[in-house]
């Protein structure tokens, strides 16, 4: 029974620390439209889909699967940009960029998204969301809104939960990534 104690009470501690030091918060603009594509799996080594890709010009496969209308196609030169944002543990929020670092192997949660522009409007042709870690991590919303307009969004909400025996702590995350019709990429999120 001693040992038992000791046990909960070093877990007790570690997860206060934890929460403390910022291991996970609530989600936020759960009622923006948009589509769910999270595929559900963990993955345990780290391997980068993309980062801020480079612009290039855009196929018209790229604004097929965009789905900007055939009245469009021709209106200005479109080009295609790759984004990954992510968030480690620890850090306060999300970050556009790769996953890397000890962080990042303990707990990360990212959205890769690819978006198609012209100057003048914005299409996604691709959102997914996916973690990696020893938290367990629940995707409530995965998506993107404003598709077609002069910007939009992508990114998820999720919780990340950490259990040791009988104890466990989780916290709720949004986090969101933007880009304009010219191709600037900015962040957001935050426990909520």
């Known amino acids: 029974m001693n040992e038992q104690r000791l ?8 997860m206060t620390a934890m929460l403390t030091l910022g291991v996970a918060g609530t ?16 993955n345990t080594t780290v391997t980068p889909l993309v980062q801020e890709g480079a612009e290039r010009p855009a196929t018209r496969a790229d604004l097929r699967a965009a789905g900007v209308p055939s009245s469009e196609l021709t209106a200005a030169a479109w080009k295609t940009k790759s984004v990954k944002l992510r968030w480690c543990w620890g850090e306060k929020k999300p970050k556009v960029g790769g996953l890397g670092g000890w962080r990042c192997k303990f707990l990360a949660a990212w959205t890769n998204a690819a978006f198609t522009y012209n100057g003048k409007k914005v299409y996604q042709h691709r959102v997914n969301c996916d973690d990696q870690g020893t938290y367990d991590v629940k995707w409530s919303w995965c998506g993107y809104a404003r598709n077609g307009k002069p910007w939009m969004s992508a990114g998820g909400n999720f919780k990340a939960r950490l259990g040791i025996g009988n104890a466990s702590a989780s916290r709720a995350y949004w986090q969101r990534v933007y880009i304009t019709s010219k191709g600037v990429v900015t962040a957001s999120g935050k426990p909520a």
């Open 27 to 42: 989600a936020a603009h759960a009622g923006t439209a948009g589509h769910a594509v999270h595929t559900g799996i963990a």
């Open 7 to 14: 046990i909960m009470g070093a877990v007790g501690t570690a």
